[in-house]
């Protein structure tokens, strides 16, 4: 129960005395007048205390509100990155092939495959193939062996339904090795595509 | 000590195609002595002399002991000492206020066999100076010889991605500047333009002249590798491969006027690369993948009668590749791969017979020096990939660089004759 109600019945009853007073007309002194108003003080300052108790919750619930509304978004916008992230990787994949070989292998295809509805719902990236070859064989020769890998990828793609125009493609042959063992694991990792988003925003949308 | 007379015993011109001594034949080394030069830079000069001897394997050269023996009256040397350590001929130069004095003896006759002046301005010690001074022993050796000396040549190579070139005895190395990462120097035969190409996004062809330092470009476009320069015997065009998602095939290209790119080869779909003329122009060597795989290659320089050259069979995975046409046109140098390594082999055009040439380490990229007889070409036989040279006739072989990770050689012509 409130102040106020519980005072309520004392007020009323104040009154009804009051009332009662003056219909038999009694001056008797008002002790309860005096105490009225110190009441009554007393009374508007626990008000007032109610009042900003209740303002300051109001505005502890609109803040936490607001934070809760906040964080939403971050966590929207950190999901959307942590996608975008992973699209781009995706995108980035690299794709290998076989000694003096530039034809795509089934693994290759599913690579390129996972990249196809990426590049369709982006439309406005574009990327750069990049082909490369292992240390064995001519470097003449590999640096033309890596142009024909990067223009296999190319080709699959556009004929899977990204505009030619959206991509390039180059050769770095021999020259550009991510490791330098002369073994078939070394090897290996050198014969690839490379792809690289060369325009396009930085955010991808999920297909 | 001996004294140079400066008398008329000496002829005033050259007289070229002077033969001294015995018959020459491949397999003799005539000796020749190089008298000390009394002179600022007179040790040096006999130094690249007796070098250059040296190098040619094709000169012995006779470092005496002590001093050597005085001169008689009249300049006459003491032709009977000579002959005794073995020399054919003595080389007695001076230095003048325009250069060096060469007097040419012959031991046998007895007699001076040749005198000329060579012009020699250059600050002594230079680059410039020390290219002077070859020319001078390459023409004392074709004095003795019949043939030209090759010491007044340079090799341009890889190094990194930048193009630099050495002197024919490993000195004077220097870088030229390049317009991006760079691949497959080619000499014109005037000596005086390197062509190359750069790789990666905008891949084009650079002609660059050594004389201005001025540099043209062409074929840049997307989706294209441009490769392996090659100039034509008369100077005016260029052969390079282009490759695209069609494959690569060689186009010429004319240094003059409004040129435009002539396809060459009908690759249907294969890689073409790595173009080399015959010295008369008429035919082209190149590899090719056609079959499959990559094997040396040679047709018309009309891109017609295209026929494989390296037809013999070492097993599967046969892999030929980088071949160069000897300036006699007759044989093609080039590698293969055998045991599973390249390896330096030439092939006569007649007999189709393959030599091999080396076997320790792997060996590739091989380029013809203009004497026909030596090749300079990429070993690993070190540890790190270094150019070396071999003398086709006598086997040696010669380190030429130092410092690791140089490849794709090619030998210059001979800058200019006397």
């Known amino acids: ?207 | 000590m001996f004294v140079l007379s400066a008398s008329s015993a000496f002829a005033q011109d050259t007289t070229r195609g002077v033969r001294i001594g015995l018959t020459y034949d491949p397999g003799t080394k005539p000796g020749v002595v190089v008298l000390p030069i009394r002179a600022p830079a007179g040790d040096s000069l006999v130094a690249i002399f007796e070098r250059d001897f040296d190098l040619s394997n094709r000169l012995a050269v006779v470092r005496l002991a002590g001093t050597p023996p005085p001169t008689a009256a009249g300049g006459r040397l003491n032709y009977q000492f000579y002959g005794t350590v073995g020399a054919a001929a003595v080389v007695q130069a001076s230095v003048t206020p325009r250069g060096v004095h060469v007097a040419l003896h012959d031991v046998a006759k007895g007699t001076v066999a040749t005198v000329h002046d060579f012009p020699l301005t250059e600050a002594p010690y230079s680059r410039a100076w020390r290219h002077a001074v070859h020319g001078i022993a390459d023409q004392v050796e074709e004095w003795i010889t019949l043939r030209r000396g090759i010491a007044q040549t340079r090799i341009a190579f890889v190094r990194g991605n930048e193009i630099h070139m050495v002197d024919f005895d490993g000195e004077q190395e220097q870088a030229i500047p390049v317009v991006g990462a760079a691949l497959s120097p080619a000499w014109h035969p005037s000596g005086q333009l390197l062509a190359y190409n750069t790789y990666g996004p905008e891949s084009r062809i650079v002609i660059h002249d050594l004389r201005t330092g001025r540099t043209r470009h062409f074929g840049a476009q997307r989706n294209v590798t441009n490769l392996t320069p090659s100039f034509t015997p008369d100077g005016r065009s260029l052969v390079y491969s282009i490759s695209t998602e069609n494959g690569a095939d060689l186009y010429l290209m004319p240094l003059e006027g409004d040129a435009f790119p002539r396809r060459v080869t009908v690759g249907r779909g294969s890689e073409n690369v790595g173009p080399s003329f015959s010295p008369d122009g008429n035919r082209i060597t190149f590899t090719s993948d056609r079959t499959g795989h990559p094997e040396v290659y040679i047709m018309d320089a009309d891109g017609t009668n295209a026929d494989i050259f390296t037809a013999f069979d070492f097993g599967d995975q046969n892999d030929r590749a980088s071949p160069d046409w000897s300036p006699d046109g007759r044989q093609i140098a080039f590698q293969s791969r055998i045991d599973g390594r390249f390896q330096i082999f030439t092939m006569s055009i007649r007999d189709r017979q393959p030599r091999q040439l080396t076997s320790e380490g792997e060996n590739e990229d091989p380029s013809w020096a203009p004497d026909g007889r030596h090749l300079v070409f990429v070993s690993t036989r070190t540890g790190t990939q270094q150019l070396w040279i071999l003398d086709t006739e006598s086997g040696k072989l010669r380190q030429l660089t130092r410092a690791g990770g140089t490849r794709l050689p090619a030998w210059s012509p001979r800058f200019g004759s006397r």
Request: hydrophobic share 45%; proline share 4%.
């Open chain 1, 1 to 207: 129960m409130t102040v106020t109600t519980r005072l309520m019945p004392v007020v009323l009853a104040f009154f009804a005395v009051s009332a009662l007073g003056a219909c038999r007309r009694a001056p008797e002194p008002v002790v309860p007048a005096v105490d009225t108003a110190a009441e009554r003080m007393a009374r508007e300052a626990e008000l007032e205390r109610q009042r900003q108790a209740a303002a300051a919750e109001a505005e502890a619930a609109r803040q936490r509100a607001i934070n809760d509304s906040i964080a939403r978004v971050r966590a929207a916008e950190e999901e959307m990155r942590r996608a975008s992230d992973m699209l781009r990787a995706t995108v980035a994949n690299v794709i290998t092939f076989d000694f003096n070989k530039a034809d795509l292998r089934d693994d290759a295809k599913a690579m390129l495959d996972t990249k196809i509805p990426i590049l369709l719902a982006n439309s406005n990236v574009t990327i750069r193939i990049a082909g490369h070859a292992d240390e064995r064989g001519s470097s003449e020769y590999n640096l033309a062996l890596g142009q024909r890998r990067a223009a296999m990828a190319k080709r699959y793609l556009v004929e899977r339904g990204v505009a030619e125009g959206r991509i390039e493609t180059t050769s770095f042959g021999e020259e550009r090795p991510i490791c330098t063992e002369s073994n078939e694991a070394c090897w290996s990792q050198n014969r690839r595509d490379e792809f690289e988003i060369t325009a396009g925003g930085p955010m991808l949308r999920r297909p």
